[in-house]
């Protein structure tokens, strides 16, 4: 079973977003990491850009395709994950905590609000599925 | 308007049990992957993968002209193929273009079983029966009554040789046998689309998963897994196979897919001669060429690529090759621009990055 942790923010794009006080950390779903296989390559912006929220501020890569990765909130990235560069596959094997990507300054936090909890994710999930 | 349902192999519950994961593909329920696609593609490198390929379409092709009839449609010199003997070969329309490629199995004088694309099945056998007119030779679909697994992989023959009653080191490369495996009668080539040494076998539908379950038993010792069409497809494309669609289709001919050696404009007339014979009086004008990304960045299939300031064409095929750890692909170039070393960029997503022409097959097994 896919796993979508309660203290966490989802997006219909399939990213989650952790937030920390006045940061958040953001990466991709259990199911978006399943779905996807094997990843062999994140490809990330670089400390200082900035998103607004739905941009996208990246992409993941596995052997048999590609997706982009949409900002869930606007904000400066302030970190980047390095150990992707080396280890993308912790994006399978730890979606929520090695496979992190960014973090970004929480700008508007309305736009965290109307983010989906992981009850509704899970929900939209099963919509999108068979 | 409704959609057809997709086609099921007679492994599709058994595919479900394994966890694969079920994808759409040329009208097909078939698995992308089980465990995970680089696990599976280094498997068949290093032991033994196992493919469910039912998808694929068969016709045979039987009448006193069998094998006039075959000459007609293909590419290269069935005459040459003894009985037990299989060759690749290509299906084109009158412009050099490519129907299809194939496999041709001799199974006697007048008997003939070519193994197509399951995707050009339909169109395929449409296109064999219309030009089969004039032949005292008939075609028939035989496609429903084939399961086809490829078993490859270093361990392939170590491990099936115990299920089957021939001797599978006498059967040669692209040669094939009829025997049983695991008491199922078939037929068992020393074919596949990897790269690797190994089998593809053709048997009774209705005996699938009896095979198929016994095959993984009895590779479990030897690390086999079963594979997807994801681990297929980067198997394929690090041993430079052409993919129908990608690397090839009826815009493509032979001779610029780096196909020649299937070409044998000696053997007589068939269909697309004429314009190969031109084609090679006149010179290609662009080729069919594998390339290696200096750049990070994967190129994928359709991604632009450019020359100083041209688009010149676009990747046919490319993916992460899991064995060798490089990003690869497939791609036709201007002439002038084919010779190894050449560097060219390839558009990923806006960025151009470099990428190099690279001697091909990218990855060829030690003999």
Known sequence: MANYPDNLQYTKDHEWLRVTGATAEVGITDFAQSALGDVVYVELPVVGDSFDQGKAFGSVESVKSVSELFSPISGEVVAINEALADSPELVNTDPYKGGWMIKLTVENAGQIDALLSASEYEDFVATQSE | ?367
């Open chain 2, 1 to 367: 308007m409704a959609e057809n349902p997709l086609k099921q192999t007679a492994l599709n519950a058994a595919h479900r049990r394994l966890g694969g994961k079920m994808v759409s593909y040329g009208g097909w329920d078939m698995p992308v992957t089980y465990a995970g696609t680089i696990d599976e593609h280094m498997a068949v490198r290093t032991a033994a993968g196992l493919f469910d390929v039912s998808h694929m379409g068969e016709v045979e092709v039987h009448g006193p002209q069998a094998l006039q009839l075959v000459q007609h449609l293909t590419t290269n010199d069935a005459s040459k193929l003894h009985i037990g003997q299989a060759h690749y070969s290509g299906l084109l329309y009158p412009n050099g273009g490519f129907v299809d490629d194939l496999l041709v199995h001799k199974l006697s004088d007048e008997h003939y079983l070519l193994c197509i694309n399951a995707s050009n099945t339909d169109k395929d056998f449409a296109w064999i029966r219309q030009h089969a007119t004039g032949f005292d030779a008939e075609a028939v679909n035989t496609s429903p009554n084939y399961t086809q697994l490829a078993l490859q992989g270093p361990q392939a023959l170590t491990m099936l040789q115990p299920l089957v009653d021939v001797e599978l080191s006498t059967i040669k490369y692209y040669w094939f046998t009829h025997g049983k495996v695991a008491g199922v009668p078939a037929l068992i080539a020393r074919t596949g689309y990897t790269g690797e040494d190994g089998f593809e076998l053709y048997f009774d539908p209705n005996k699938s998963e009896r095979v198929w379950n016994k095959l993984l038993e009895a590779g479990q010792s030897y690390g086999i897994q079963p594979c997807g069409l994801a681990a297929r497809n980067t198997l394929r494309l690090e041993a430079k196979m052409a993919l129908y669609g990608n690397d090839i289709d009826d815009t493509t001919t032979p001779l610029e897919a780096d196909l020649a050696w299937i070409v044998k404009l000696q053997k007589g007339d068939f269909i697309g001669r004429d314009v190969l014979v031109k084609q090679k009086e006149a010179g290609l004008t662009r080729k069919l060429i594998g390339f290696e990304m200096l750049d990070r960045g994967i190129a994928r299939e359709h991604y632009p690529i450019w020359i100083g300031d041209a688009q010149v064409s676009q990747v046919s095929s490319g993916s992460p090759a899991p064995f060798l750890k490089k990003n690869i692909g497939l791609a036709y170039l201007p002439l002038e621009h084919t010779a190894v070393g050449t560097r060219f960029d390839v558009e990923i997503r806006g960025k151009r990055t470099t990428a190099q022409v690279v001697e091909t097959p990218f990855y060829k097994r030690a003999k």
